[in-house]
């Protein structure tokens, strides 16, 4: 008992959708291209032929029902995970997202309980362009009753999958496409991540880099060049979006005073930019640098390599970032 | 079916109305406030019908829906004040009155907003072996979004327990129905191959009836069907409408046919006696006071109820704060 095997981000969802459905008669999954297909992106091999096509559900192309059919049926006591081909899609839902999932409990006065969970795959990846490269999380997180997480490991993957399907509220699980066939370590039975906390990845003392999903890898490549010229970089996975694990951050801050914040989200109005003014209010005089968001250009995701690169955060932008905070004066 | 119970009910939403319009009026209940008033034989015609276990969606002209399902008409009031002892805690208030134990979803500030959670509703009681059903109420409004058209599509293509009521009161806010729709309901409806009745919607008997057949495929196979009652609101889109879309003779003609005042004709015809309406009419008064007392009696809610209840379990966003 007790082993860890390397199996892909992929592997990981689908053991997770699989021990939560074997675990909880309640819980289904729904979406297009699941059933017969196994997803997109094969995260649910097999899950048809294992508990059938009620349980599995292949759908029509209606993303605003999806949405509001997954809502309906957690308020009547069934746990939905529903699957939107890209994120990019999500924004056809809008009202059944923000009006009627993300609002329910609260305007109920909390006597709605809403166990819901979405996948949405976000990111850009090989030219997909516009309709189908969006990061989307600083949207979500502006509206209040969304948990929002986006894991960057597979373990992460399987853990946090889990955690938000056994939450009571809805929840936003956002998995960046060019990660489902990354590799790594899984430890054999029960894997959980609590949603809300973040996890110091590599120590370091001279600055911290902040990030999550594929920037992170970013983050750590980064820290490897900056290791190189001599400087000790801190890498923070923040895994959970909403609620923050401030703790962990300001932790960091204190210990490096110099912090940069690194994501595919659009750097405007972006995750970073609430990380960069609340560490900046809670800890200014103990920064030694204001704190350096890393992010995409303000454009749409464009289609052709170089322009993808150049929109997209990479290794380099966040080295340099990391160069300007400990420079700074 | 209990005549004198579907009369009660009607005249339980006509009168609530009715004094809400003139609290709201004289500035006691806060935001707006959207009369049912000319369409309570739709509701209660067809919530005559629910059992435990069923649930119902409704839309922003959501107060007779509520009470045609039983929900306490004081913690009704006491939401439209906003006090803490309403239905929602004073979050939801007239447009959004919740309440899960009448298996009420949700009245809903979006025009259609109810119709893929009625959907979904009637998918997980399918997954989890229940047997209730799902009421779903949409204005004709509701035609124009597209969720209407992919929830009667999934529901047909899964055969889930829900009953489409269409409230068809020829006025989509102040715009009429012939000048926001290019198709036949009817056509609509049988394109997706659902059961479809027509009801005279002032007519709760016949509402009543409608349902009856409906339900019988609902609750016997599973699978969804439409009810379009036809009907009217004699008052304005909202308290306060200039109704500058309609002419007073259109309005005074539609009121020759009252809803409640052809139930209580019914009553009399069937050999109810007077006295035992008045008697019914007396309990329904005397329990629409006791509702206002209620809800003029209630405590605001604590300022703080507001950061209360948005997750199951406490989330603040800035741990050091308050």
Known sequence: MGGVREITFAEATREAMEEEMARDRTVFLMGEDIAKQGGIFGQFKGLAERFGRERVRDTPISEPTLVGAALGAALVGARPVLDIHFADFLLLAMDELANQAASLRYMSGGRLKVPLVIRAPDGAIRSAAAHHSKSLEALFLHLPGFKVVAPATPKDAKGLLKAAIRSDDPVLYLEHKALYTRKGPVPEGEVLTPIGRAEVVREGRDVTLVSYSLTLYKALEAARQLEEDGISAEVVDLKTLYPLDWDTLLASAEKTGRMVVAHEAWRFLGPGAEISATLGEKLWNRLQAPVVRVGAAHVPIPFSPPLEERVIPQVADLVRAAKEVLTWR | ?322
Request: aromatic share 10%.
């Open chain 2, 1 to 322: 079916m209990d005549r004198l119970n579907l009369y009660r009910l009607m005249y339980r939403i006509r009168r609530f109305e009715e004094r809400v319009e003139k609290l709201f009026q004289a500035g006691k209940i806060p935001g707006f406030v959207h009369l049912y008033i000319g369409q309570e034989a739709v509701a209660v015609g067809v919530l005559a019908h629910r059992r435990p276990g069923d649930y119902l969606t409704s839309t922003h002209r959501g107060h007779g829906h509520a009470l045609a399902a039983g929900v306490d008409p004081r913690a009704m009031m006491a939401e439209l004040f906003g006090r803490a002892t309403g239905v929602c805690r004073g979050k939801g208030g007239s447009m959004h009155l919740f309440d899960p134990d009448r298996g009420m979803l949700g009245a809903n500030g979006i025009v259609a907003g109810g119709i893929p959670i009625a959907v979904g509703a009637g998918l997980g009681l399918r997954l989890l072996g229940q047997t209730g059903v799902v009421f779903a109420f949409f204005g004709d409004g509701a035609l124009g979004r597209g969720v209407l058209h992919e929830g009667l599509n999934l529901a047909a293509l899964w055969r889930l327990p829900v009953l489409f009521i269409l409230e068809n009161n020829g006025y989509a806010s102040t715009t009429a129905h012939a000048e926001s729709h290019a198709f036949r309901v009817e056509d609509l409806v049988r394109a997706y191959g659902l059961p479809f009745r027509q009801a005279d919607g002032q007519d709760v008997e016949e509402v009543y009836s409608a349902v009856a057949d409906l339900l019988q495929g609902v609750r016997g196979e599973g699978g969804p069907a439409f009810l379009e009652a036809r009907t009217y609101r004699f008052k304005g889109h909202y308290v306060g409408d200039p109704e500058r879309y309609r002419s007073r003779e259109e309005v005074a003609q539609a009121r020759m046919r009252d809803p409640v005042s052809l139930a209580r004709q019914r009553l009399l015809a069937a050999g109810v006696g007077e006295k035992a309406i008045k008697t019914l009419e007396g309990e329904e008064d005397a329990l629409l006071e006791e509702a206002v007392t209620f809800a003029e009696l209630s405590p605001w809610p604590d300022p703080d109820e507001a950061l209360q209840g948005l997750f199951a379990e406490e989330v603040r966003d800035y741990p050091w704060e308050g």
